[in-house]
């Protein structure tokens, strides 16, 4: 309704976060399918390219995997797709167009990646590691780094999407249930993965053919490539799918962007070097960093080597080590659901963390008693006590680190811990590789060098907990708040 006196009468009603419907549980779920798909993507990138360069065609494990880390390495530039997407729409919408354009970019070239392992390998049978081989592995490295930079054009502004559809009252809500779908989608993803990927033709002797060019049997590599090409078509193509099942109407509907007058301080507005000076500004909170960093470490440095380990060790087919990441994604889940009501409220956050490393530490040395024994189904349950252990250690250190984070700058820090922990995992990758690469020099029996992998983790862990030992909330609370203004304040002298 108009009016011709502005001066007697009160200014229209602006559009207030009142005004825009409250996101329901249901549409929480909905968004979780996104991270979904990002499991079941990590699933293949770790899960199948992975055990297929290593076991079948034979390539270094350190160059497996490096060129698949650089995923990783490239996480800084979320800084600018979350800058990006904050001033610049695309297709109308601030967030939602960056996703779709990432997703259907990340998909993509999980299948080039693919065609570039055919060729790696294929050069490898023909020249062994010459100029050309190594031309592939760098071309491979590319790919992976560009797949890393479409996925943080995809998942930075999605998760500005979930900051801007949600209140303080619900965030933690929605957060809880879509990171708990990305382990559904690493369980889901295995499960039809190690479907379609079940055919004998690919399996153990199967597999192999002469070459007179080598000594040793080689891979057929038409016949991987008549299986698997498919696979990396199919599962990419639902991915996409659940990406827009996920997000289509989701800003337009819910989003509080617009209607802000302060941007909600966000963890992925911070660069490397200043997630750095803030990591280190205080005794704490570089302790805390130093925890962080072996624990990530520590944790993931068999995402590099548990297919290739199944593989080589136990003789399992190409879809059975793919089947290994669900008893590991249920025993997540569970660690992680169970820790917030029955472990963290009785035995507190550095009790509960110390908890989950130690077990994990033992999980390692079953993992290991596993491969001496042939016993794949000692490897099955230790991988399931395993991921109970990562759910137990994840909650009880992530409840830890909001105790270590300043009230004032918690996009800040929980985006230094967020991008640290990213670039640790990329580093975890490679040392993993590397140090089966190692053990294969070392040691003539595979299950002795596998075994060194899961021994360095293990002993990883035991550090972890002494560090954890030296962290005190209350003197971070009392010291580091301002150890942290003056490194804002330093950087915007």
Not at 439 to 451: I, N, Q, S
Request: glycine share 10%; charged share 15%; proline share 3%.
């Amino acid at each position: 309704m108009e009016t011709s006196d502005f001066s007697n009468s009160p200014p229209p009603p602006s559009p207030t976060d009142k005004n825009i419907p409250r996101i329901k549980i249901l549409t929480m779920f909905r968004l979780g399918l996104f991270q979904m798909g990002l499991g079941i993507m990590s699933l293949l990138t770790l899960g199948v390219l992975n055990r297929v360069m290593i076991d079948e065609l034979k390539v270094l494990p350190l160059i497996a995997a490096g060129a698949i880390a650089m995923h990783q390495f490239v996480s800084p530039a979320r800084v600018w797709f979350g800058q990006m997407s904050d001033s610049k729409t695309l297709f109308g919408y601030h967030r939602t167009g960056y996703v779709w354009i990432g997703a259907a970019v990340f998909t993509t070239l999980s299948f080039i990646a693919l065609q570039v392992v055919w060729q790696l390998g294929g050069s490898l049978q023909a020249t062994g590691w010459s100029i050309q081989t190594y031309s592939w592995a760098a071309v491979l490295a590319l790919i992976f780094a560009l797949y890393g930079l479409a996925l943080s054009a995809s998942s930075t502004p999605f998760a500005a999407l979930l900051v801007d559809v949600s209140d303080e009252d619900n965030r933690s809500k929605l957060i809880g249930v879509v990171w708990s779908m990305l382990m559904v989608g690493i369980v889901v993803g295995a499960i039809i993965s190690g479907g379609l990927l079940d055919r004998p033709e690919i399996c153990g002797a199967a597999i192999s053919s002469y070459n007179p060019t080598q000594t040793a049997k080689v891979a057929d590599i038409a016949k991987l490539q008549t299986t698997i090409n498919p696979v990396f078509l199919f599962m990419p193509a639902v991915v996409f799918g659940l990406c827009l099942l996920a997000t289509v109407g989701v800003e337009k509907k819910y989003s509080r962007y617009g209607v802000r007058s302060t941007l909600v301080e966000r963890e992925d507005k911070i660069t490397l070097s200043r997630a750095l000076k803030v990591l280190t500004a205080s005794r704490q909170t570089r302790l805390f960093f130093t925890f962080l960093l072996v624990l990530t470490l520590s944790l993931f440095m068999q995402d590099a080597v548990m297919e290739p380990y199944g593989g080589e060790v136990f003789g399992m087919c190409i879809s059975e080590t793919t089947k290994l990441n669900v008893p590991f994604g249920v025993g997540t889940l569970l660690g992680i659901s169970g820790t917030g009501f029955l472990i963290l409220p009785r035995l507190g956050k550095k009790k509960t963390t110390r908890l989950g490393c130690i077990g994990a530490a033992v999980c390692f040395g079953l993992i290991i008693m596993a491969g001496f024994t042939g016993n794949a189904g000692l490897l099955k349950g230790s991988l399931l006590f395993f991921g109970l252990a990562s759910g137990i250690l994840t909650a009880g250190a992530t409840s830890l680190m909001l105790d270590l984070t300043a009230a004032e700058t918690a996009g800040t820090f929980i985006g230094a811990w967020g991008l640290s922990q990213a670039m640790a995992r990329g580093l975890a990758t490679v040392l993993g590789g590397a140090v089966l690469n190692l053990g294969k020099m070392l040691f003539t029996e595979p299950v002795l060098a596998y075994g060194t992998v899961f021994a360095l983790q293990a002993v990883g862990m035991i550090w972890a907990v002494w560090l954890l030992r030296r962290i005190n909330v209350k003197e971070f609370q009392d010291n580091a708040k301002a150890a942290i203004a003056s490194v804002m304040e330093g950087e915007l002298d």
